[in-house]
């Protein structure tokens, strides 16, 4: 399959491609292209105008302040994995971005392209999530911070308004005591999740996300309101089945088995002395 | 990999040379049929069905590129072949090159579309509409063969292209035997997913007046006889090119409607079209595979010797026969492999090749074998559950000894030579048993399950005019040719009739010929693919090519050596008796000539040839095997598995193969063999599949869906070689190329069963899901009782 016609601008400065993306109402940003591609050949996308970004060096800055970290929509997730970015969540980020797809899709597709596509079963949403992160988002008419959880909306969907480009993720810091870990089930290496599962147990900031169960990473309440309370193990696991339940758009007992596990095992990791 | 078969071979036969080909695969500089350009040439994007089942009602052109789009109606004068084996009792199902009055599959083309790039190709196709008026769907091969399901050859009786029973030996046997046990087997629906999917570049030549067709096929001439005949074109105007081929599979061993319907085009315009089909197309419309369904009853006595096997096999063999054989030996290549390598004493399988409203079906590595051996080996792992014996115990008791050779099995395979027992006892050794079982009882609580799993296949090749004709297939590839010609430099050309679609036929053919000829295989290319230089073949399929390819290489070689020969003693002033070939040379006790010199003399200057001896060094043979049922293959493969059982997961710990193809030319190109048929085993049985909803939509049409086992998905296999040489074959050589696929689903489901032994849950649909394993697991947990 080949992609249908459209008009392909390529941005020279995050500038030129909120201007390109003002002019066109039905303009797609692309950045690593590598879930975008497949689908505008697919033709199961349609756009005017392609306005790209990839590879623009103010979208891949990253810098690090005592509280948190910023890091670029435009980083790779090879970057990542390379340790090429500063590090908030004790190796997190470095672990889950290698078991991203290929190392040939790391070398292309982006953090922020990873966002703003939200697939449900994306490792970035979830991972982001857990971490209480903020998309800072820029257009034509200024900048805009948008915390995760209201940034995933649905399957494909989120909150950004056309001509809203995602410019960087602010990643609060993880102090020292925290303990973080992602865990994730797929048919083979490289494809996407069937249960990804974020934790993260820092106080009152800690989280346990879920994604590939619902459109989008979601919360898990219980299991997080446990972990920020500071309830032990075998307390929080009790909660999974609850909260799995929950998420999952109709009962299915093996999807709740496979999730549950998922939750459990991230949850022991967390816990592991 | 493997135990090193690379000993030092006196000849070149047995050597692990480097493949020939792989140079020019390395640099990216081989030619397939995408990369051939042509001035002027055109792309095709075809117009598909929606819908899996319904009348045909309107298409219609957009009115500024009506010229560009080509139905059925734009290209009259095709014929619809004929397809499927020649018996008055298979129905016919008449496919022509584009949908006419019906379609029958999501994907079947309707149109074509013609524009100066495939993405612009696919524009125009987006704008053709087409009317249709959806009918019920069939989608199960079990449930279409009711009384109340749709039809989709509204003059067939059912949906049966044909219904056979294979019964043999005695039924008594089995109704009254003391052990009967029932169980149901599915492997599911898969694309053969050659690297390079299909593709098809065609023009008309004016100066040599004859269509030129690239083709990606396992066989350039037998495509042109069905082009010739599809087309209503004499087969000397047309000349059909088979450049590299990235792998066939089988897939590639039938004729296309696209590719008719490309070829039909080039004939109505002057410049060359093309159509390279895409990953999307492949999953939906080229050729299907697997799809079987079993029920069946295996009868035993209590100390676990297998008495037979019945019941019924349904095969899903989709919309219609592909030319020239369809996949009507589904059936038939079940039931009669279902008795294995083991002795029974009565088989009576009902067998149904159902037309669904799916893509057709076609061969693909292993054709029917998988599933039968998936059964088969199934059925010993429940008996031996059932009995509390080991599986490798019940095997042993029912395997068919060495000393039994040549054993005609109870659906009349003639097993020819071998020890299956050695086989079976290695790869146990390999894989250590004793050490998994002290694993298993070591296991904690919540740690993965462990299971080892064994199977035992044969594998026919080489077979010939009487095993083809039994199957009334349509063509019969009962030989192979060759043309051997030495040119004036000494340098050696060999064209043959086989394909080379990844086996490394420039590299083993040339090694034989080496050793015939007493040259360096350097000095000897391998030609095919271009059906007008050479000789007449069937081309590659069957794991045929080493024994009939090989054969002909081998003794038209042997021919010319005798020319050479002759002419070397007429130089030497010796007896062509007392000569030999030694190392480019024509050789006496007294001094030698150079094959050089031989060549130049028999090519360029005559008068140093013998009185009546002819010029030139040439000589065109073909060959068949003095026997022509075939020679078996065989092995046993074992596999280790770890499963997660709250997730499903299975994961390959150790895999290891002892097995037997008689006489190894390359043991490096059979430890390929093995490795790469066992990785599309591994698909078989833990990956690929195309389910489809019930109104018969595929649900698999992109890698994302179809999941292909990837490089961490397939272990290093461990194999160990034996060499029985075949008795009817040239050098004893046995075919190799589809064994490797046909054990690992039944290792692999056994493996899953072993590690759930204590459970008595059954494995016994293909893929392996986790959700599968999950919940089949889950249910022998509820039956098995209170959960511990």
């Known amino acids: 399959m080949k992609a249908a016609p459209f008009h392909y601008a390529r941005a020279a400065s995050l500038h030129a491609a909120l201007d390109a993306l003002a002019a066109g109402p039905e303009a797609l940003v692309i950045s690593g292209g590598q879930s975008l591609a497949p689908l505008l050949n697919l033709r199961m996308t349609l756009c005017d105008t392609i306005v790209d970004i990839g590879g623009l060096t103010e979208l891949q800055a990253c810098w690090q302040t005592d509280h948190a970290t910023l890091i670029g929509a435009g980083v790779t997730h090879a970057m990542i994995e390379d340790g090429l970015t500063p590090d908030p969540a004790h190796g997190m980020l470095r672990r889950a971005a290698g078991k991203i797809a290929y190392r040939a899709v790391r070398c292309q597709g982006t953090i922020g392209g990873s966002l703003a596509m939200a697939d449900p079963a994306a490792d970035w949403p979830c991972i982001l999530l857990a971490l209480g992160a903020t998309a800072i988002l820029r257009s034509a008419l200024g900048e805009r911070r948008v915390a995760l959880d209201d940034l995933l909306v649905g399957v494909y969907e989120t909150s950004l308004r056309p001509g809203e480009i995602i410019q960087a993720l602010e990643i609060p810091n993880l102090p020292p005591q925290a303990r973080a870990a992602s865990a994730k089930i797929s048919r083979k290496t490289g494809a996407f999740a069937n249960s990804m599962v974020a934790v993260v147990l820092n106080g009152e900031s800690s989280r346990a996300v879920l994604g590939a169960a619902g459109p989008r990473a979601t919360i898990l309440p219980h299991v997080s309101a446990a972990l920020a309370s500071g309830s032990p193990l075998d307390q929080i696991t009790g909660l999974v089945t609850r909260d799995v339940a929950d998420i999952l758009p109709e009962p299915d007992p093996y999807l709740q088995s496979l999730h549950e596990t998922n939750v459990r095992r991230a949850l022991l990791e967390v816990f592991a002395p | ?788």
């Open chain 2, 1 to 788: 990999m493997g135990d090193d078969a690379t000993h030092d071979a006196p000849g070149w036969i047995g050597r692990s040379l480097l493949r020939k080909e792989d140079a020019r695969h390395l640099a990216g500089v081989a030619m397939f049929v995408a990369d051939v350009r042509l001035p002027g040439m055109q792309d095709i994007a075809f117009v598909r069905s929606q819908v899996a089942h319904g009348r045909l009602l309107s298409v219609t052109k957009p009115a500024d590129a009506a010229a560009d789009v080509y139905t059925i109606e734009d290209l009259p004068g095709l014929s619809v072949l004929e397809a499927g084996p020649e018996l008055e009792a298979f129905r016919q199902s008449p496919y022509p090159a584009l949908a006419s009055g019906k379609v029958r599959y999501v994907g079947q083309a309707i149109a074509a579309c013609v524009a100066a790039t495939r993405a612009r190709a696919e524009d125009l196709a987006e704008r053709v509409a087409v009317g249709c008026d959806e009918l019920p769907a069939v989608v199960d091969a079990v449930s279409a063969m009711t009384s109340g399901s749709a039809r989709l050859f509204e003059h067939w009786p059912n949906n049966a292209y044909i219904a056979r029973t294979i019964s043999a030996g005695d039924p008594s046997a089995m109704t009254g035997a003391p052990v009967r046990l029932r169980r149901r087997f599915r492997m599911n629906r898969q694309a053969t997913v050659s690297l390079e999917a299909r593709g098809c570049v065609a023009v008309w030549d004016p100066r040599q007046e004859e269509l030129l067709v690239y083709l990606s096929t396992q066989g350039g001439h037998v495509m042109r006889l069905g082009l010739s005949r599809a087309l209503g074109l004499p087969e000397n105007q047309i000349r059909v090119i088979v450049p590299d081929v990235g792998g066939g599979f089988g897939g590639k061993n039938r004729l296309l409607p696209e590719e008719i319907a490309v070829c039909a085009i080039a004939l109505k315009r002057r410049h060359p079209v093309r159509w390279i089909e895409d990953r999307r197309e492949h999953l939906l419309a080229s050729v299907h595979c697997r799809d079987h369904h079993y029920d069946l009853v295996i009868s035993a006595e209590e100390d676990g010797t297998i008495i037979g096997v019945e019941g019924d096999v349904h095969i899903d063999a989709g919309a219609y026969a592909l030319w020239p054989t369809g996949s009507f030996m589904e059936a038939s290549m079940a039931a009669g492999n279902l008795p294995g390598p083991y002795r029974m004493r009565g088989l009576n399988v009902n067998t149904w090749t159902v037309a669904t409203n799916k893509a057709p079906m076609g061969p693909y590595r292993g054709v029917a074998r998988p599933g039968a051996c998936f059964a088969i080996e199934r059925l010993v792992d429940e008996l031996a559950l059932h009995l509390g014996i080991e599986p490798y115990d019940l095997r042993k008791r029912n395997l068919v000894t060495r000393g039994e050779m040549p054993y005609t099995t109870i659906a009349g395979l003639k097993l020819d030579t071998g020890d299956y027992h050695d086989a079976l006892d290695t790869a146990v050794r390999m894989i250590d048993i004793p050490a998994i079982r002290a694993l298993q009882r070591a296991r904690k609580p919540g740690a993965p399950r462990i299971g080892v799993g064994l199977a035992v296949y044969t594998e026919q090749s080489g077979h010939g005019v009487v095993e083809w004709s039994k199957r009334k297939s349509r063509i019969v590839p009962g030989y192979e040719a060759a043309n051997v010609r030495m040119l004036p430099d000494g340098s050696v050309n060999i064209h043959v009739g086989v394909q080379n679609h990844g086996q490394g036929h420039e590299t083993t053919l040339a090694q034989i010929a080496a050793d015939e000829l007493s040259m360096h295989p350097d000095q000897i290319r391998i030609r095919y693919g271009d059906t007008a230089t050479t000789p007449f073949g069937f081309g590659t399929f069957a794991s045929r090519s080493i024994v009939f390819g090989g054969g002909a290489v081998g003794t038209t070689a042997r021919k010319l050596a005798l020319k050479i020969k002759a002419i070397g003693a007429h130089i030497l002033q010796a007896d062509p008796a007392t000569v030999e070939l030694r190392d480019g040379h024509v050789v006496t006790a007294q001094g030698s000539v150079s094959f050089r010199d031989i060549a130049m003399a028999a090519n360029v200057r005559q008068e140093m040839l013998p009185v009546g001896v002819e010029p030139t060094l040439e000589a065109t043979g073909t060959y068949e095997p003095q026997e022509s049922a075939g020679v078996f293959s065989y092995g046993a493969h074992a596999v280790v598995v770890s499963v997660d059982e709250d997730t499903g997961v299975v994961k390959i710990l150790d895999y290891a193969v002892a097995e037997d193809c008689g006489t190894m030319v390359n043991p490096m190109i059979v430890d390929g063999q093995v490795q790469g048929g066992i990785a599309q085993g591994i698909g078989t049985g833990l990956f690929e599949e195309i389910p489809f909803n019930s109104d018969g939509q595929p649900l698999a049409t992109t890698f994302a869906d179809y999941i292909m086992p990837g490089a961490t998905d397939v272990p290093s296999v461990r194999i160990a070689h034996f060499v029985t040489p075949a008795l009817v074959t040239e050098y004893g050589v046995k075919g190799v190329g589809e064994g490797g696929a046909i054990a690992p689903p039944a290792a692999l489901a056994n493996a899953v069963g072993d590690a759930f032994a204590d459970i008595k849950a059954s494995f016994n649909e293909t893929p392996l899901t986790p959700r599968r394993v999950w919940q089949a697991a889950r249910d022998a947990m509820l039956s098995a009782g209170p959960v511990a």
